[in-house]
């Protein structure tokens, strides 16, 4: 079983789950904090919802410092794994998220969901600020007449400034607006698929 079989699986299942529903966005890889580390899938509707996958031929090597870093940022998140690393994977998040095993089976990949992914109690307003381009952080700051003092600082001012301007659920809003508005970003596979 291999990282592409899983994300195929992960796949069906979300496209059955979001059809018909135009105000969803799916994504392969989004970037969380200007890049440090990426979630494998992503789904931005009214909350953003994260899929990190672990096949058999991964190791979890990199899941502690992914899971802090996810924690920061993502509404909802769900690990899918590999049977082999069930046991240690549990370990190491917390029970707030989902939790879906990927075995093999006669039609290929099949995920099943051991526990749904429940609200995260942690958001860091700053941190998921960090999704934004500076430009859309900066309209946004102008929209809400806080960009004074920061227009020519770096991003990251900008996203401390967000964070203290706006409370947590406005931060949360204008950030899912503006990655379903980026014009030339990512194509939604979806939209692909049905040739648009």
Known sequence: ?????????VWRWLEVAHAGDPDTLMLDELGIL???TRIDIAVINGQIEGFELKS????LERLPAQ??????????????????????AE??????????IASSGPDGVEVARERPPEMNPGLDAATLASL????????VLERYGAARGVKSKPRE?????????????????EVRAA???RAGWRVDRRSQQCGG
């Open 179 to 181: 990655l379903k508005a």
């Open 67 to 88: 899971r802090d870093l996810y924690n920061k940022v993502l509404d909802r998140i769900s690990l899918v794994v590999a049977e082999n690393h069930r046991e240690a």
């Open 132 to 139: 934004l381009w500076r430009d859309e952080a900066l309209a």
């Open 34 to 36: 200007n890049g440090a």
């Open 91 to 100: 370990a190491m998040i917390p029970d707030w998220w989902g939790l879906a």
């Open 56 to 59: 058999e031929r991964d190791t």
């Open 157 to 173: 001012a900008l996203y401390e400034r967000l964070a203290v301007a706006l409370d947590l659920d406005m931060v949360r809003a």
């Open 1 to 9: 079983m291999r990282d592409r079989d899983v994300r195929a699986s």
